[in-house]
């Protein structure tokens, strides 16, 4: 199978954005990430107030190489303040603004998001027909409005965009639009495979996430594993004495 390559670049310093390093170390069966992220820096002004264009975007931003999809990681709002943008030519722009606050409060790190785009526009890459990566692709015939989990969720709130940064899934409807436009069944297999165990909270944050929403239970598994070390060095000493 074809991997799909993906390029990662920042616009602006790539410090601001929170373990991009790790998306380009995923191991994976569809994706072939370029080994190095690109800085580039950029000087014109805003077109749309603080924000900028789409179209303003495809002509400062650094073009494709050789690479299927270059995704472009900025700080700033862009047009109608989405999460993401096409900006031609297969360039795909993402930004950190607004949602970094959000997926900070949910525990998430910035690079999940980063992660669950690189698959949902490997899978789109991959659909035969239109482009669905070009400016005038369709895409929300390709995403659903309701939240999910799912890598093609719309998320028209941005309060939502947690949901599908934790183990995201693949949904029915999506894996049966996807194999209706050539994608084989054992690449979604694959995919959604990836994004479980490649997308997800840190095994720490988990762990409080479970410990606030089970007390009791975390208490307990607390006790019991304080009861079994104390137990085992117990052991231990005695062999040892
Ligand atoms: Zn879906």
Redesign the pocket.
């Known amino acids: 199978m074809k991997k799909v390559s993906i390029k990662i670049a920042t616009l602006g310093d790539k410090k601001h954005f929170d373990g991009l390093d790790e998306v380009i170390k995923i191991k994976s069966s569809i994706i072939d990430f370029w080994p190095t992220i690109e800085t580039h820096q950029f000087s014109c002004l805003p077109d749309e107030e603080w924000g900028y264009s789409a179209r303003a975007i495809s002509h400062f931003a650094p073009g494709r190489d050789d690479e299927d999809i270059l995704i472009l990681v900025a700080g700033f709002p862009i047009e109608e303040n989405y999460i993401l943008k096409r900006v031609g030519d297969s360039r795909i722009i993402l930004t950190s603004f607004e949602v970094n606050s959000i997926l900070k409060r949910d525990r998430i790190r910035f690079s999940n998001l980063v992660a669950r785009y690189c698959y949902s526009v490997s899978l789109m890459y991959l659909c035969k027909g239109e482009s669905l990566l070009s400016p005038d692709g369709d895409w929300t015939r390709y995403?659903?409005a309701d939240t999910?989990g799912?890598?093609?969720?719309m998320t028209p709130h941005k309060d939502d965009i947690a949901v599908s940064c934790d183990r995201p899934?693949?949904?029915?409807?999506?894996?049966a639009?996807l194999r209706s436009r050539g994608v084989q069944q054992r690449t979604l297999e694959i995919a959604s495979s990836e994004i479980y165990y490649n997308i997800r909270k840190s095994l720490y944050w988990s762990a409080v996430d479970f410990a606030e929403r089970h007390p009791v239970a975390a208490f307990v598994v607390a006790t019991l594993w304080g009861l079994t070390v104390g137990v085992s060095a117990s052991i231990l000493a005695a062999l040892l004495t």
């Open positions: 995403a659903h999910r799912c890598l093609f969720d899934i693949i949904c029915d409807e999506c894996q639009r």
